[in-house]
């Protein structure tokens, strides 16, 4: 039996090692694996991320854009309001002026 044993042990050994090599390979394919999924995760987040970075530049462009609108139309409004008070305050110097002429005739 030891004589058997002892002619075994060298295959036994190179079995060993063969089965330790190849676990070594399953678990560095493994490990590649990982790396590769985590960097395929990380690729999709980034490109998520660049998706949603345009949503909010076409959006803010949006805004910038109705808010130039906005202001055009406040400084419209506010002009014609500004020429509505400048026209009253006019007829009102006349009407004033007229009224003053009229009450100074009528004292003499």
Request: charged share 40%; hydrophobic share 40%; no cysteine.
């Given at each position: 039996w030891a004589d058997l044993t002892a002619d075994f042990a060298p295959v036994i050994d190179v079995l060993y090692d063969r089965i330790a090599a190849k676990t070594a390979q399953r678990n560095q394919r493994g490990e590649d694996e990982d790396k590769r999924q985590a960097s395929?995760?990380?690729?999709?987040?980034?490109?998520?991320?660049?998706e949603e970075e345009a949503k909010l530049l076409a959006r803010?462009?949006?805004?910038r854009e109705e808010m130039a609108a906005l202001r055009r139309e406040l400084q419209r409004h506010?002009?014609?309001?500004?020429?509505a008070n400048d026209e009253r305050a006019k007829e009102w110097d006349v009407?004033?002026?007229y009224v003053a002429l009229k009450l100074r005739s009528e004292e003499h």
């Open positions: 395929d995760r990380m690729r999709s987040r980034l490109d998520d991320l660049e803010q462009a949006a805004i506010e002009q014609q309001i500004k020429v009407l004033s002026k």
